[in-house]
């Protein structure tokens, strides 16, 4: 019960905090950006059963990926996309360790 719990609360202190260091004088919007892709977990809709504990989402769900996880490497590269490139790297980064922790 305890993984699940804490691997949710880094997908909010992680982008929290990387928004307060990298992006000082707009922190706010910088966290609101990296916390709406989080919407990328809405490929988990696509799963059956929709939750398994013991399932690791990098490379099962769609967006969790090869493909799309360079794409969102790339966005970190442009101005323009760089907070949902990295809110979306911090979350499969963080995907990935949870996997790894398996």
Do not use: E, N
Not at 4 to 23: C, D, E
Not at 39 to 64: E, K, M, N, T, W
Not at 91 to 102: A, F, N, P, S, Y
Request: net charge neutral.
């Amino acid at each position: 019960m305890f993984r699940p719990v804490f691997h949710m609360i880094l997908h909010f202190a992680v982008p929290a905090a990387v928004a307060k260091l990298g992006f000082a004088k707009r922190w706010q919007q910088a966290w609101f950006i990296m916390m709406a892709t989080m919407a990328v977990d809405l490929d988990h809709l696509l799963a059956d059963p929709l939750y398994a504990p013991d399932r690791c989402s990098i490379g099962f769900h769609p967006l969790h990926t090869t493909w799309p996880v360079l794409l969102y490497v790339l966005l970190c590269f442009f101005p323009k996309t760089r907070l949902v490139g990295i809110g979306l790297v911090i979350h499969m980064v963080l995907d990935g360790v949870d996997c790894w922790l398996m």
